[in-house]
């Protein structure tokens, strides 16, 4: 949820800045803006994309060896051109960037107007920008005590860079709640919201934490807490590859992503599946395993699409392990006062492990004695930080919005895990876990099957693509690809979608069914077949079109459904890494078909770290 690149040292700052705004405008892409010093501060920002801001700089100064940037996804006010960041104060002595919400923004918007301030915006960050220069002039401090008095009076999240007029050899940036990551280059910083924007640059990161504020000079960088004790930076060497966050020869960055999972899932069981030695190893929680292997009650908290891994992850576990399992949307879980014990173990499912939903969920869980675990993708991010232990999915960067490979690789660390505390309570015996580590090594390869049909699947895409409704039916393992499929065609072409348990289709929603409903079914061949062969029958009844996901060689089916798309032959527990395949790449078409931008679809930022 909003960008935010700083750039101090000697190069040029507006291409570094323009350039990061780009790798971040996956956050946010409502408007987007660049404050540089060269003498004087100049500050450009737009309503639009990046694009536009580059538009509105053409022909104007844009020197300077410092400056900030921003792309925005908005919280306080409407995307217009005041709106957009950087937000300078009244004087014009500071400018910022911002990402977050300052929950207080009112009570100190009206302290600061009985003081004469005036606000151009709607935002809560020009609120801020003027409370550091009020504090700054009427104090008579420093840029770095007023930043810091500053943040002692604000409530709520904030990841900011801010620079002074006053003091233009120095940025000073700090988190709390919102991220932010220093890149220590030679004699150059970058500032960031996440490290796409800096690994070109180094691979050396501070993840700064709650609290904590960097103040940044060419030539060093001090890192204090709120309250001016000295903290020592913990300094990460990253290894995230340029290729991985370019489109690499794909139109879109969601294409990539999803051509990507035979790898993206091979990166997630590699060293953790041994086939030869038949097992499994997660290394990230072997030392909290027995706890995990004793727990009374496993709960999942995510949001989204890490939601319906989630839900995946509720069948696998219950089936395999015989845990009991519940699946809370985080930010249900966190309001509703749950009932929580040191018995139980908390999972945390979060791609970005950004989302601010669930971690207020885990730290509320936390603080009520229970184990918490992490499924992340973003390495030393707050939620992975936050957690006592958890495996990554080391899917690589995901930059669309749409989130698929995160998807896939969120179930494969929940298959694992399922298939590992099985075996550890000797619910699954040796052979049958032989067995099922074989099939798992496999589904890579089933993948690159389903992908190598995608022109097929684009023709069934574009039969459905005037369709303003859509239903999608799944039950068992399948009922969660029923919602991951729904939720993707719905948040990148604007179909109306909705994904239901197939059982459920006729206690109402069979009444929306006419010959311009499109229903994608989830037809493998598992316990469930026989039933949704009839669910079939029953839209076909009233004319409604079926589109049906179904095993290879499957003739029934293909006799009755308008349209069907075959998948390999897998254990039904594996079915849900193949089936969500087509239901992705039917999105992804359709979405094109229909003009909509796939990788930064309207309304939408990738990591929701604001509530
Ligand atoms: C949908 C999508 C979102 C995210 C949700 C959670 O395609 O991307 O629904 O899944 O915002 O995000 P993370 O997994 O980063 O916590």
Do not use: N
């Given at each position: 949820m909003c960008g935010i690149v700083g750039y101090i040292g000697n190069r040029t700052a507006y291409q570094i800045i323009i350039k990061g705004l780009q790798r971040l405008e996956y956050r946010g892409y409502d408007s987007a803006g660049i404050a540089l010093y060269d003498d004087?501060?100049?500050?450009?920002?737009?309503?639009?994309?990046?694009?536009d801001l580059e538009r509105l700089t053409t022909g104007h100064p844009i020197g300077g060896t410092v400056g900030i940037g921003h792309t925005r996804w908005a919280t306080h006010g409407v995307p217009n051109d005041i709106n957009a960041h950087p937000h300078r104060s009244k004087n014009g002595k500071f400018v910022i960037v911002h990402n977050g919400i300052i929950e207080n923004f009112a009570h100190l918007k009206n302290e600061l107007t009985n003081r004469g301030y005036t606000f151009e915006s709607e935002t809560d960050t020009e609120v801020l920008a003027n409370l550091i220069e009020s504090i700054y002039l009427e104090n008579k401090v420093s840029v770095e005590v007023a930043v810091r008095i500053a943040l002692s009076k604000v409530i709520g999240a904030y990841g900011l860079v801010v620079f002074s007029a006053d003091e233009p050899d120095m940025v000073i940036g700090a988190r709390k709640g919102s991220p932010l990551v220093v890149g220590i280059g030679e004699g150059e910083y970058f500032l960031a919201s996440d490290v796409t924007p800096i690994v070109e640059y180094t691979d050396k990161i501070v993840y700064l934490k709650d609290e904590e504020i960097a103040v940044i000079r060419r030539d060093n960088f001090k890192l204090t807490n709120i309250r001016n004790d000295s903290m020592t930076p913990d300094i990460t060497s990253v290894d995230v590859k340029i290729d991985n966050i370019d489109k690499g020869g794909?139109?879109?960055f969601m294409q990539k992503e999803i051509h990507e999972q035979p790898m993206s899932i091979t990166d997630t069981f590699r060293g953790r599946v041994m086939p030869d030695k038949n097992t499994i190893h997660l290394g990230g929680i072997s030392d909290v395993l027995p706890k995990l292997v004793t727990a009374k009650r496993i709960i999942i908290v995510a949001c989204g699409t890490s939601y319906h891994a989630g839900l995946v992850g509720e069948y696998l576990?219950?089936?395999?392990?015989?845990?009991?399992?519940?699946?809370?949307?985080?930010?249900?879980?966190?309001?509703r006062n749950p009932i929580i014990s040191s018995d139980d173990v908390i999972i945390a499912i979060s791609q970005s492990g950004e989302t601010a939903d669930t971690l207020a969920a885990i730290r509320m869980a936390k603080e009520q004695g229970a184990l918490i675990l992490g499924i992340c993708n973003v390495a030393g991010s707050s939620i992975s930080r936050e957690t006592n232990a958890g495996v990554y999915t080391h899917a690589g960067p995901e930059i669309g919005v749409a989130s698929t490979k995160a998807f896939t690789s969120q179930v494969m660390v929940l298959t694992m895990m399922a298939f590992l505390l099985g075996r550890k309570r000797n619910i699954i015996l040796p052979e049958q876990y032989r067995a099922l580590i074989q099939e798992l090594v496999h589904v890579p390869g089933y993948i690159e099957q389903i992908l190598s049909h995608e022109e097929e699947i684009r023709n069934i895409a574009a039969k459905y693509k005037d369709a303003t409704n859509a239903i999608y039916l799944g039950r068992g393992y399948l009922y969660p690809v029923a919602l991951e499929g729904a939720l993707k065609?719905?948040?990148?072409?604007?179909?109306?979608?909705?994904?239901?348990?197939?059982?459920?289709?006729k206690h109402g929603p069979i009444a929306l069914i006419d010959q311009n409903m499109p229903v994608f079914v989830l037809a493998t061949r598992d316990k469930y077949y026989e039933k949704v062969v009839n669910n079939i029958q029953e839209v076909k009844a009233r004319s409604g079109k079926v589109i049906?996901?179904?095993?290879?060689?499957d003739t029934t089916i293909r006799r009755m459904a308008d349209d069907v798309i075959e998948v390999p032959t897998t254990p039904e527990a594996l079915m849900p890494l193949l089936t969500v395949i087509p239901l992705q790449i039917i999105s992804y078409h359709v979405a094109l078909m229909r003009g909509c931008n796939v990788d930064q679809p309207r309304n939408l930022a990738k990591s929701v770290t604001v509530e």
């Open positions: 004087e501060v100049r500050l450009y920002k737009c309503k639009g994309k990046v694009r794909y139109d879109h576990i219950e089936e395999f392990a015989r845990i009991p399992v519940e699946v809370e949307y985080a930010s249900e879980f966190r309001y065609l719905k948040e990148i072409s604007y179909i109306h979608a909705e994904g239901y348990p197939a059982a459920e289709m049906a996901i179904v095993t290879e060689g």
